[in-house]
C-alpha cells in the first residue's frame, strides 16, 4: 500500500436545512481487489463459542507490521495514532497461540474522521464511511490475509462495530451564520418562564437569572427540541445541521448516502444526564458524536447492509456491538436477524453476536438477548462490577472489598435474566450460558491500575475469568502487567514489550487456557455454586468462593474451583454448617491441576470437603481418573 497523501482544501460546508434533506452523497471509490486475495467463500469455524479465549485488541496498539501506512502518527502519545495494522496482527499470531488465544476481537474497520481537537481516531469509533475501510490498518488484501491467516491456525475473527453514532461530521448552525462557532448566550438577566432549558443544577426556568455561558456548535447541550438556533431575539426553531467537508482531516460528508441526510439523526444535541432515558437514546455522545436516528427503515439497512458486507469481504465470525442501551430496544430484532438471513445461508452457520451496554444493571443487559431474533450474548458488565471491581481488585484493602456471596447472588439470576433459548440461524448458544466475560477493556481503566499493582488479585482474577461459565476475553496487554487508568491511559502500545512470554501473568494466562482445553468441564459443564461467604476480612472463610463445573455438555467430567480472595490470610470452606458440601461421590479423590505442588483431597462420606487455600490463591480439582496431560 502506498504511503498516504494528505489532499488539503479549504473547508465545505454542505447543508441539510430544517424541513428537507439534501445531497444524498454516493459512496466513492471501491474495494481494492488483488489477484492473489479475491473474496472469500464464507464458513463457519466454531463448534462451540463456550471452547473460544476472545482477545480484544485495539489494532493501531498491537504491533506496526508494515510502516508504509503510518501517516499521521505520533509515537507516544496515546491520544494520537501509534501506527499498528492488521499485518502487525497476523505477524505476532504465534504470540496469541501462545497464550491461548482462540479469537480476536479488532477494533472498528471503517473509515473514521481523522482527528478532532487534537485526539486521533485510532480506536474506529468515529466513523466517517462505513464502506471504506481505514487506510491506517491497511487494505482489503491486509485484513483478508490477517482472516485466513487466523482460520489457518483454528482461531476466529470478531469485529467491533458501531450503529449508535457517527464521528463529527457536521456542526449545528446555532447562529446562522454558516460556518462553526462557539456561541455565547445568556444574559445575566432573570429569565422568563419561556426562556431556554437551565443550565444543569437550576431548578426551573422560572427562578434563576440566565448564565453567560459558552457552546460550541459542534456539541451542544441535549434540547428535547432538537437544537435552537439563537438569535438576539432567543430562540427561534430548530438549528440548521451544516455538513462539514474537509478532505485534510476526512471530516467530508458521511457514507452511505442516507448518512449524509438530515433525516438519518436526532440532532438533539450531546447527552448531559445519563439517567434520562431519552437522552440515552436519542442524544450524542459528548464530544460531538452524532446520533443516529436508527428508528429510520432506511437507516436501518444500510447498518445491516454495511456490516453484513465486511462479513462477506473478510470471512468474520462475529460481531462485537458498541453503545447498544443508546439505541431503541426494537433495532436490535431487526438488525440481527437482517444479518443472519444475508450471511447464514452462504455458510456462516454459528455467527456471535454480543452487544456492550456500559451499565451493571443485569436486567437492563438481559433484555437484549430475550427473543429469538436478538443478540446472542453481551458484554458482562454486571459481573465485571460484581466480581471483579468489587470482589478480586480490592484484595489489598479488605475494607473495601465485597462478599463472594455477591457473585452467587449474580450468578443466581442468569437463567431469568438472559434466557435459556439459543437464536435461530445465530451462535446455537444458550445466551445465559455465553456471556462474554472480562476484566478490564478500553472503557475503563485497567485492572492493576484499580488493584494497586497487585499482580496476585489480577492473577486470580483470571484463573476465575477462565473457568467460569462463559466466553472469557482478555484485554490486550493484560498479558504484560498493563496498570494504565482511564482514556487513554488504559491504551498502551504493546510492541515495546517485545511480546515477552516468559513474564508470570503471561505463564498463568497460557497454563489456565490449555487447562480449559484439556477439560471439557472448565468449558461446557454447568455451574453449581458450593461454597460462598459474606465474610472479607479475619472470619475463617474470608473471601472462599467455591464453584463446581460438571455434566452440561461436558458430560460426565467434573472440575471444582476454589478460590481465595483475601490478600492477607489462608482461608477455607468451612462455613456455619461445616464443611461445604460438593458434587462429587464420597471418597472421590480430586487432585489440584493447577499448581505445581501437588494437593490431593478425598471427599468424605458425608459428600463435604473442607478446603484451605492460602491468600489470593486458587485450586482448580479433578478426579484422579480423569487427570489428563495438558497440551
Request: a negative charge.
Amino acid at each position: 500500500m502506498k504511503k498516504h497523501s494528505q489532499s488539503i482544501s479549504a473547508p465545505r460546508f454542505v447543508t441539510c436545512a430544517l424541513a428537507l434533506a439534501t445531497a444524498v452523497v454516493t459512496p466513492v471509490g471501491c474495494l481494492s481487489r488483488n489477484a492473489e486475495e479475491q473474496k472469500p467463500t464464507l464458513q463457519n469455524y466454531v463448534a462451540d463459542w463456550r471452547d473460544e479465549v476472545i482477545y480484544q485488541v485495539l489494532v493501531d496498539r498491537f504491533d506496526n507490521g508494515d510502516k508504509s501506512n503510518d501517516f499521521n502518527i505520533r509515537p507516544g502519545a496515546l491520544a494520537r495514532y501509534q501506527g499498528g495494522d492488521w499485518r502487525g496482527l497476523e505477524n505476532r499470531i504465534d504470540y496469541l497461540e501462545a497464550l491461548g488465544v482462540t479469537t480476536v476481537w479488532i477494533s472498528p474497520i471503517v473509515r473514521n474522521v481523522e482527528t478532532d481537537a487534537d485526539i486521533d481516531a485510532y480506536h474506529g469509533y468515529w466513523a466517517q464511511d462505513l464502506t471504506q475501510l481505514n487506510p491506517h490498518f491497511g487494505s482489503i488484501a491486509d485484513l483478508r490475509r490477517l482472516s485466513r491467516a487466523l482460520h489457518a491456525r483454528g482461531m476466529k475473527v470478531v469485529l467491533d462495530i458501531v450503529t449508535n453514532h457517527m464521528g463529527q461530521a457536521f456542526f449545528y448552525d446555532m447562529n446562522l451564520n454558516g460556518r462553526p462557532d462557539i456561541v455565547i448566550s445568556g444574559s445575566g438577566q432573570p429569565l422568563p418562564g419561556d426562556g431556554p432549558v437551565p443550565p444543569k443544577g437550576y431548578p426551573d426556568a422560572t427562578s434563576h437569572t440566565s448564565a453567560i455561558f459558552r457552546t460550541t456548535e459542534f456539541d451542544p447541550d441535549y434540547d428535547p427540541r432538537g437544537v435552537q438556533a439563537v438569535t438576539s431575539l432567543g430562540r427561534s426553531g430548530r438549528a440548521p445541521i451544516i455538513f462539514v467537508d474537509d478532505p485534510s482531516i476526512n471530516r467530508v460528508p458521511p457514507q452511505p448516502g442516507i448518512l449524509a441526510r438530515l433525516d438519518a439523526y436526532h440532532a438533539r444535541g450531546r447527552i448531559t444526564d445519563y439517567n434520562i432515558r431519552e437522552q440515552v437514546l436519542f442524544g450524542d455522545f459528548p464530544g460531538g458524536l452524532k446520533d443516529v436516528a436508527t428508528e429510520n427503515p432506511e437507516v436501518r439497512q444500510v447498518m445491516i447492509d454495511s456490516y453484513a458486507r465486511w462479513v462477506e469481504e473478510a470471512d468474520l465470525d462475529g460481531f462485537r456491538i458498541d453503545t447498544i442501551k443508546h439505541v431503541e430496544d426494537d433495532f436490535w430484532p431487526v438488525f440481527a436477524k437482517g444479518v443472519r438471513d444475508r450471511i447464514h445461508p452462504q455458510g456462516k452457520t454459528n455467527f456471535f453476536m454480543f452487544g456492550e451496554a456500559f451499565d451493571g444493571d443485569d436486567v437492563l443487559l438481559g433484555s437484549y438477548t430475550k427473543g429469538d431474533d436478538n443478540l446472542d450474548s453481551v458484554f458482562y458488565f454486571s459481573q465485571h462490577y460484581t466480581a471483579f471491581r468489587d470482589v478480586f481488585v480490592y484484595a489489598h484493602d479488605p475494607s473495601r472489598q465485597g462478599p463472594t456471596r455477591n457473585i452467587e447472588n449474580l450468578w443466581s439470576q442468569r437463567a431469568q435474566n438472559y434466557g435459556l433459548t439459543p437464536k435461530t440461524k445465530g451462535a446455537n448458544t444458550v445466551p445465559a450460558k455465553a456471556l462474554v466475560n472480562f476484566i478490564d477493556n478500553h472503557d475503563v481503566a485497567r485492572f492493576l491500575f484499580f488493584a494497586n499493582g497487585d499482580k496476585l488479585a489480577l492473577r486470580n482474577a483470571l484463573t476465575f475469568l477462565l473457568t467460569e461459565e462463559g466466553v472469557p476475553c482478555i484485554y490486550y496487554g493484560t498479558e504484560q502487567d498493563f496498570a494504565g487508568g482511564n482514556d487513554p491511559a488504559n491504551r498502551e502500545v504493546l510492541w515495546p514489550t517485545n511480546f515477552a512470554t516468559e513474564g508470570d501473568t503471561f505463564r498463568h494466562i497460557a497454563k489456565v487456557s490449555r487447562l480449559r482445553k484439556t477439560y471439557a468441564a472448565l468449558r461446557r459443564g454447568d455451574t453449581v455454586v458450593r461454597f460462598s461467604t459474606p465474610n472479607t476480612q479475619g472470619e475463617v472463610d474470608a473471601g472462599m468462593f467455591a464453584f463446581e463445573r460438571t455434566g452440561g455438555d461436558a458430560g460426565a467430567e467434573y472440575a471444582l474451583v476454589v478460590l481465595n480472595t483475601n490478600g492477607q490470610k489462608a482461608s477455607s470452606t468451612l462455613g456455619p454448617d461445616g464443611p461445604m458440601k460438593v458434587g462429587a461421590a464420597p471418597g472421590t479423590v480430586l487432585v489440584d491441576v493447577l499448581n505445581a505442588l501437588p494437593t490431593e483431597l478425598t471427599v468424605a462420606a458425608d459428600g463435604s470437603l473442607n478446603v484451605t487455600v492460602e491468600p489470593q490463591q486458587a485450586l482448580i480439582l479433578v478426579p484422579r481418573e480423569q487427570v489428563k496431560a495438558a497440551p
